[in-house]
């Protein structure tokens, strides 16, 4: 078996480290430190795991150095093309999976971030409709946001938003959103 980026690395059998959870077998290259698991054995894991660990913020996280490879990859294990997907929540990456048995293929270090954050346990989720679609919510969210700050400026924008955090968590809320309005 060898490695969809280097080509020519073979692949060697490894365990994934997953925290306070069991590791993960798979199969990692020698060349790159890419490496990929087996779709079945994932789901397997996952579903071992029992509960999904709750996600951890970025900022509680030192992220660490991800180098994506961009070029097309082929399925180390049944040859077909490999589907890139956004993580989103603040990973820059994406991940990569085989259409054809469910594999997926990590650069060097995407493992270990995602189990900085928690994320680990959530991989095959990262490739449904509901995953992308609240991935493409939070793109139009920040959007939004940075042109706002254009508009306003920092100073304002902060403010604003210390002034809605206050209001929402307020027990008179909508009386004060009412006053607001007048
Ligand atoms: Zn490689
Ligand atoms: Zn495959």
Request: hydrophobic share 35%; aromatic share 8%.
């Amino acid at each position: 078996m060898n490695c969809p980026v280097c080509k020519t690395s073979s692949l060697e059998a490894t365990e994934l480290a997953a925290g306070q959870a069991q590791g993960l077998s798979a199969r990692r290259c020698t060349g790159c430190g890419g490496q990929w698991v087996n779709g079945e054995t994932y789901l397997l894991w996952v579903q071992r795991q029992g509960t999904n660990l709750p996600e951890n913020e970025p900022d509680s996280v030192t992220e660490l150095q991800v180098n994506q490879t961009n070029k097309a990859k082929l399925c180390p294990d049944c040859g077909r093309f490999l589907v890139r997907a956004k993580v989103g929540h603040g990973v820059g990456f994406q991940l990569e999976r085989c259409g054809g048995c469910g594999g997926i293929w990590f650069d060097a270090n995407e493992w270990e971030s995602l189990v900085a954050r928690n994320l680990h346990d959530d991989v095959h989720f990262v490739f449904s409709s509901t995953w992308q679609a609240d991935v493409l919510r939070q793109e139009r969210e920040q959007q939004r946001e940075k042109l706002m700050i254009a508009k306003l400026g920092e100073a304002d924008w902060n403010e604003i938003q210390r002034i809605k955090r206050w209001l929402d968590g307020h027990s008179k809320r909508s009386e004060l959103y009412a006053v607001l309005a007048e």
